[in-house]
T-cell receptor, first 111, second 111 residues
Framework: DVKVTQSSRYLVKRTGEKVFLECVQDMDHENMFWYRQDPGLGLRLIYFSYDVKMKEKGDIPEGYSVSREKKERFSLILESASTNQTSMYLC??????????FGSGTQLSVL | SQKIEQNSEALNIQEGKTATLTCNYTNYSPAYLQWYRQDPGRGPVFLLLIRENEKEKRKERLKVTFDTTLKQSLFHITASQPADSATYLCAPHTGGFKTIFGAGTRLFVKA
């Protein structure tokens, strides 16, 4: 069964901590995406990558960075977590921009 | 600026009826539009994709229409069931590698 796996389902961190969210896909997809989802705001694109070591900013990249050293893995990094980064984080992958396959999400709480 | 609008209010319908959800977009001309389903605490799941040269697309009890003149897509679920209760997201393709989603419409189907 093809899937996108996010390393943690729930995560609690303290303000100022460096946070790594990991995402792995097993479908050999070129494109990978990180979104955050907040009530009333819907899904917002943080960063995406269309190839290994390539990355592009989405609509809300501030406070985040990403890493894609291998095709199957796309990491989201919060350099210094803040309370306004408390959110549901969703990773997705696809061959093009069609039919994104999402992971189950990581609910991050920053205290 | 580009904008995607979905009914922010929840849609409540009786089991067996047809649910109709609306997606309106402004300030761009998408080549295609996607619909996803999202259950609470889970990532979105792809349902249907319709291209600009297609007026209608069907999959089992689902039907999507795409009116490029009205800049609108309608998503229908016929013979709705309580298991159809979820949030439904539309994603008109905005160009390039980015997939941008509407905020979604929550559907409740009562038995």
């Amino acid at each position: 069964d093809v899937k996108v796996t996010q390393s943690s389902r729930y995560l609690v961190k303290r303000t100022g901590e460096k946070v790594f969210l990991e995402c792995v896909q097993d479908m050999d997809h070129e494109n990978m995406f990180w979104y955050r989802q907040d009530p009333g705001l819907g899904l917002r694109l943080i960063y995406f990558s269309y190839d290994v070591k390539m990355k592009e900013k989405g609509d809300i990249p501030e406070g985040y960075s990403v890493s894609r050293e291998k095709k199957e893995r796309f990491s989201l990094i919060l350099e210094s977590a803040s309370t306004n980064q408390t959110s549901m984080y969703l990773c997705a992958s696809s061959f093009s921009n069609e039919k994104l396959l999402f992971g189950s999400g990581t609910q991050l709480s920053v205290l | 600026s580009q904008k995607i609008e979905q009914n922010s209010e929840a849609l409540n319908i009786q089991e067996g009826k047809t649910a109709t959800l609306t997606c309106n977009y402004t300030n761009y001309s998408p080549a295609y539009l996607q619909w996803y389903r999202q259950d609470p605490g889970r990532g979105p799941v792809f349902l249907l994709l319709i291209r600009e040269n297609e007026k209608e697309k069907r999959k089992e009890r689902l039907k999507v229409t795409f009116d490029t003149t009205l800049k609108q897509s309608l998503f229908h679920i016929t013979a709705s069931q309580p298991a159809d209760s979820a949030t439904y997201l539309c994603a008109p393709h905005t160009g390039g590698f980015k997939t941008i989603f509407g905020a979604g419409t929550r559907l409740f189907v009562k038995a």
